[in-house]
């Protein structure tokens, strides 16, 4: 898989290690002379230019590219190559880095954003989620904000606990894709039974997220 990064900074550089390491092509595209830090990640390409403009689009040749990942530290220049990645390249996947989250209601498809991570937001939900049994904690959202990741920690009040997962009536437009009990992930089977401590995985629209809480809390 092909994929440019636009910002090469401390995040932009942490994907590209990480994508090389698993044995992806990846190019890293900044304006800044100073981000030219070739050397930290040696086996990827760089190109000093500005993403946000489309001669420099065309020479990163974003026309063979698989994914692009905006990732810079300005929210208005991840927009912008989100939409020129879509729109002028028709490029299959487009990832980008919310630095503000007020304006995360922005990044969505009208943009060309296929999934919107924001650092700040994902925090939080992960710090939710390691003290909130009994709540529904939303990890993150993709597909143009038509469907999220949510997390639920059974209690001993859930109205769920001791039924099997077949016994569970889920909201329409919501699937269980993973039970996590201790350290141990279980692909969901009709006949697991759930138990107090249980971290369930829930892909949803966020329309069906109160519904879902109803069905999972307590009586």
Same mark, same amino acid.
């Given at each position: 898989?092909?994929?440019?990064?636009?910002?090469?900074?401390?995040?932009? @550089?942490?994907?590209?290690?990480?994508?090389?390491?698993?044995?992806?092509?990846?190019?890293?595209?900044?304006? #800044?002379?100073?981000?030219?830090?070739?050397?930290?990640?040696?086996? #990827?390409?760089?190109?000093?230019?500005?993403?946000?403009?489309?001669?420099?689009?065309?020479?990163?040749?974003?026309?063979?590219?698989?994914?692009?990942?905006?990732?810079?530290?300005?929210?208005?220049? !991840?927009?912008?190559?989100?939409?020129?990645?879509?729109?002028?390249?028709?490029?299959? @996947?487009?990832?980008?880095?919310? !630095?503000?989250?007020?304006?995360?209601?922005?990044?969505?498809? #009208?943009?060309?954003?296929?999934?919107?991570?924001?650092?700040?937001?994902?925090? &939080?939900?992960?710090?939710?989620? #390691?003290?909130?049994?009994?709540?529904?904690?939303?990890?993150?959202?993709?597909?143009?904000?038509?469907?999220?990741?949510?997390?639920? &920690?059974?209690?001993?009040?859930?109205?769920?606990?001791?039924?099997?997962?077949?016994?569970?009536?889920?909201?329409?437009? &919501?699937?269980?894709?993973?039970?996590?009990?201790?350290?141990?992930?279980?692909?969901?089977?009709?006949?697991?039974?759930?138990?107090?401590?249980?971290?369930?995985?829930?892909?949803?629209?966020?329309?069906?997220?109160?519904?879902?809480?109803?069905?999972?809390?307590?009586?």
């Amino acid at each position: 898989m092909r994929v440019v990064i636009a910002g090469a900074g401390i995040v932009g @550089r942490s994907i590209a290690r990480e994508l090389i390491g698993n044995g992806h092509r990846v190019l890293l595209v900044d304006r #800044a002379p100073a981000a030219m830090k070739i050397s930290s990640v040696p086996d #990827a390409q760089w190109l000093l230019a500005d993403a946000c403009e489309v001669t420099s689009l065309q020479e990163a040749d974003l026309a063979d590219c698989d994914v692009v990942v905006a990732a810079t530290g300005d929210d208005k220049a !991840n927009l912008v190559v989100s939409l020129l990645a879509k729109t002028e390249y028709g490029v299959p @996947r487009t990832v980008a880095r919310v !630095n503000n989250p007020k304006n995360e209601w922005l990044f969505d498809e #009208a943009w060309g954003v296929d999934v919107a991570v924001s650092t700040p937001r994902l925090m &939080t939900a992960l710090v939710e989620e #390691a003290v909130s049994a009994g709540e529904l904690v939303r990890l993150f959202t993709f597909q143009q904000g038509q469907t999220s990741m949510a997390e639920f &920690t059974l209690d001993e009040t859930s109205r769920v606990v001791g039924r099997t997962v077949a016994e569970v009536r889920l909201p329409e437009d &919501t699937v269980l894709v993973a039970i996590v009990r201790g350290e141990r992930p279980i692909a969901p089977d009709r006949d697991d039974r759930l138990e107090a401590g249980d971290h369930l995985m829930f892909l949803s629209s966020p329309a069906a997220e109160d519904a879902l809480r109803t069905v999972l809390g307590s009586p």
